[in-house]
C-alpha cells in the first residue's frame, strides 16, 4: 500500500523540529515518508515532488521550514494535496519570520499552518492523522486512544516538584 503521508522540509536542520510530527505518527501507526526538500535550493526536487504527491496517493503533506519558509505554501500551490506548514524556530527573529512566511497565503492556495517549532510539528502529524481518520476506523480508534491517555495524564492539581 502506498505512503499516504509526507513529513518534507527545507533543510536537515528542520529535521529536529519535525521529527516531533514522525514521532506522534509512530504512535499512532501511521505510515510516513520523510524528504529534504528545499523551495530555494532544490526548487526542481519541489516542483516534482509536488507534481506527482497526487498520483503517488499521497493524501496529507506535512511542510516545515525556517526563516524565508517558502516550501508549504510553493507546495500547495503545486499539489491539490493538503499541505500542513510547520513553521520552524529560528535564532534571528524566533519563528515569527517562518509563521508570517507560511501562513499569509493568498486565496485560493491555503497551508493549514501550526504552531511555531515542535508542538507545531506534533500537531501537525495529529491533524495529518486526524484526517486520515475520516476514512479509517481503525486509526479513528488509535486516535481517540491517544487523546484519552493525553488528557488522563494530566494531573487535576499542581504539585511544587
Ligand atoms: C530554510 O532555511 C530551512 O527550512 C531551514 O529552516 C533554514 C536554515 O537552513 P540551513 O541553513 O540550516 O540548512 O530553508
Do not use: C
Not at 523540529?17 to 505518527?25: G, N, R, S
Not at 519541489?46 to 525556517?66: C, H, P, S
Amino acid at each position: 500500500m502506498s505512503v499516504k503521508i509526507g513529513i518534507i522540509m527545507g533543510s536537515q536542520s528542520d529535521w529536529a523540529t519535525m521529527k516531533e510530527a514522525a514521532i506522534v505518527l509512530d504512535e499512532l501507526g501511521v505510515s510516513y515518508e520523510t524528504k529534504i526538500v528545499s523551495a530555494h535550493r532544490t526548487p526542481d526536487r519541489l516542483w516534482t515532488y509536488g507534481k506527482e504527491a497526487a498520483a503517488r496517493g499521497l493524501q496529507v503533506i506535512i511542510a516545515g521550514a525556517g526563516g524565508a519558509a517558502h516550501l508549504p505554501g510553493m507546495m500547495a500551490s503545486k499539489t491539490r494535496v493538503p499541505v500542513v506548514g510547520v513553521p520552524v524556530q529560528t535564532k534571528a527573529l524566533s519563528g515569527v519570520d517562518s509563521l508570517y512566511s507560511i501562513v499569509q497565503m493568498p486565496k485560493g492556495f491555503p497551508v493549514a499552518t501550526m504552531a511555531i517549532g515542535s508542538a507545531g510539528a506534533a500537531n501537525a502529524g495529529l491533524m495529518a492523522a486526524g484526517i486520515l481518520a475520516l476514512q479509517d476506523a481503525e486509526l479513528a480508534a488509535r486516535l481517540d486512544t491517544w487523546r484519552e491517555a493525553l488528557s488522563a495524564s494530566i494531573p487535576e492539581e499542581p504539585t511544587d516538584d
